[in-house]
């Protein structure tokens, strides 16, 4: 029954996802053409960028906590494809199936995720483009209408019939160890 239950929790919330993500309107710019790339963007913006992206077949890094259970059903239910871990727990493993599929799919992290603080670049973004030899690309998102919760990251949730703007960067490559410094200074750049 236990499976019943989450099964129909994961359908229920993906299509609320989906019904709501109608209401939105989206204005994008420069989203890549050639993929794989590794999508950074800050974790208070998770939302905007799920909703966007729905659909899309994009490797994400979900925490293996509890909360991560309840985020990772719907967001196969959207077509992601997620993998439990972070780099509190479970980070190796999740590193590693991340990279398997950096092959055939884009891949999503929150580099200041999951608890911060906020605006901190963690190493992982460029470990998965080094070690995957795809580049990073930066994601900004901003919304007319939102809801921004009391979390240790501001958690962003548009409101119904808001406008979303997303920015995407130029490809950013992390071609060996030394160009780690210039890609996080040029990441930092775009994401602020």
């Known amino acids: 029954m236990a499976k019943l239950g989450k099964c129909l929790f994961n ?14 309107r989206f204005e994008v710019h420069n989203q890549p053409i050639h993929e794989p790339v590794v999508y950074a963007f800050w974790h208070r913006n998770l939302m905007l960028c799920c909703l966007q992206r729905a659909g899309d077949h994009i ?30 727990r479970q980070g190796s493993q999740a590193l590693k199936a991340m990279l398997r599929l950096a092959k055939e ?25 080094l070690l995957g030899k795809i580049p990073i690309v930066g994601v900004a998102c901003d ?22 703007t997303v920015h995407y960067s130029e490809p950013i490559p992390v071609l060996c160890k030394d160009d780690i410094a210039s890609a996080e200074a040029k990441l930092r750049d775009f994401l602020q």
């Open 11 to 24: 359908k229920s919330a993906a299509s609320l996802l989906r019904f709501f993500r109608w209401s939105i």
């Open 59 to 88: 490797a994400v890094i979900i925490s293996a906590s509890k909360d991560g259970e309840l985020i990772a059903g719907p967001m196969k239910e959207l077509g992601y494809i997620p993998i439990r871990g972070s780099s509190s």
């Open 105 to 129: 799919v884009s891949l999503g992290i929150t580099p200041d995720g999951p608890r911060g603080p906020v605006g901190t670049i963690h190493p992982g973004v460029f470990q998965l483009a």
């Open 143 to 164: 919304a007319n209408r939102e809801w921004v919760f009391n979390s240790w990251d501001r958690f962003r949730f548009p409101k119904p019939f808001a406008k979303v």
